[in-house]
Antibody
Framework: QVQLVESGGGVVQPGGSLRLSCGAS????????MHWVRQAPGKGLEWVAF????????DYADSVKGRFTISRDNSKNTLYLQMNSLRTEDTAVYYC???????????????????WGQGTLVTVSS | DIQMTQSPSSLSASVGDRVTITCRAS??????LAWYQQKPGKAPKLLLYAASKLEGGVPSRFSGSASGTDYTLTISSLQPEDFATYYCQQYYRTPLFGQGTKVEIK
């Protein structure tokens, strides 16, 4: 059973930084692109970032471009999201999600998500 | 940019009812549409992709269809475990979700 487990959420002041992690198991992590999707309290879903399976291509939502960095370590089966210059509007549950496409195709984030982690809450507040 | 308009935002229904939720895309997305179910405090779960293809393990009472830029999720006979919020998502371009439809017990 594919498993994704996020960690690293917490409370941070505006302007602060936080790094989220997502550990993957029971599938060939290095073969799939990965995404971060967030959900503000009581709100809908918002795609945040994508990284290609080999880490060579990344894309971001305009709302986080220049502040967030997605990365991965295929040797550790782990996905990361470095969040800098955090704003109150970044408060949300952050989910990592597996891209359905396998292999070296997909140098774009245009995908649906066939597996999600349980999410980690990030609260930006003074 | 593509816009997705999901309706209704909420609905009340009884067990056994047929339920229909619609997403309208602002331009052609060539059936690049997925549907998810989300229960409170839980992650979304993929139900359908490519507008009408059922994800493995999803009950056959869930179905999807397309007509032009309109996409529909149908639950043929609502079960107690189906009370949840449903989201559409286009992946023709940068992923974008609909606003969600909360299905509540009447």
């Amino acid at each position: 059973q594919v498993q994704l487990v996020e960690s690293g959420g917490g409370v941070v002041q505006p302007g602060g930084s936080l790094r989220l992690s997502c550990g993957a198991s029971e599938f060939s992590f290095r073969s799939y692109g990965m995404h971060w999707v967030r959900q503000a309290p009581g709100k809908g879903l918002e795609w945040v970032a994508f990284i290609h399976s080999d880490g060579s291509y990344k894309d971001y939502a305009d709302s986080v471009k220049g502040r967030f960095t997605i990365s991965r370590d295929n040797s550790k089966n782990t996905l990361y999201l470095q969040m800098n210059s955090l704003r109150t509007e970044d408060t949300a549950v952050y989910y990592c999600a597996k891209d359905w496409r396998r292999g070296l195709s997909g140098y774009d984030p245009w995908a649906y998500f066939d597996c999600w982690g349980q999410g980690t809450l990030v609260t930006v507040s003074s | 940019d593509i816009q997705m308009t999901q309706s209704p935002s909420s609905l009340s229904a009884s067990v056994g009812d047929r339920v229909t939720i619609t997403c309208r895309a602002s331009q052609a997305i060539t059936n690049s549409l997925a549907w998810y179910q989300q229960k409170p405090g839980k992650a979304p779960k993929l139900l359908l992709y490519a507008a009408s293809k059922l994800e493995g393990g999803v009950p056959s009472r869930f179905s999807g269809s397309a007509s032009g830029t309109d996409y529909t999720l149908t639950i043929s006979s609502l079960q107690p475990e189906d009370f949840a919020t449903y989201y559409c998502q286009q992946y023709y371009r940068t992923p974008l979700f609909g606003q969600g439809t909360k299905v509540e017990i009447k």
